[in-house]
């Protein structure tokens, strides 16, 4: 379970930095979908802690 949610971001961080490099911009340019990337992977976390918690 803790390896998924270290993933996430991760994989999400890699996908959205080949994104800017194959359109050429630059990590400033691109600092806010990093931001989304893990506001969006602390809710995933924030939920799956939970759900653990709840089904034990």
């Known amino acids: 379970m ?3 949610i270290v993933l996430i ?5 890699l996908l ?3 994104y800017l490099q194959a359109n050429k911009y630059t990590l ?3 600092k806010q979908g ?3 990337i ?3 992977s602390g809710v995933i ?3 799956y802690t939970f759900m ?4 034990n």
């Open 52 to 55: 653990m918690f709840v089904t």
């Open 16 to 18: 959205w930095f080949g």
């Open 45 to 47: 976390a924030a939920f």
């Open 9 to 13: 971001p991760l994989f999400l961080s």
């Open 28 to 30: 400033e340019q691109g």
């Open 34 to 36: 990093f931001l989304y």
């Open 2 to 4: 803790i390896k998924i």
């Open 38 to 40: 893990f506001v969006l």
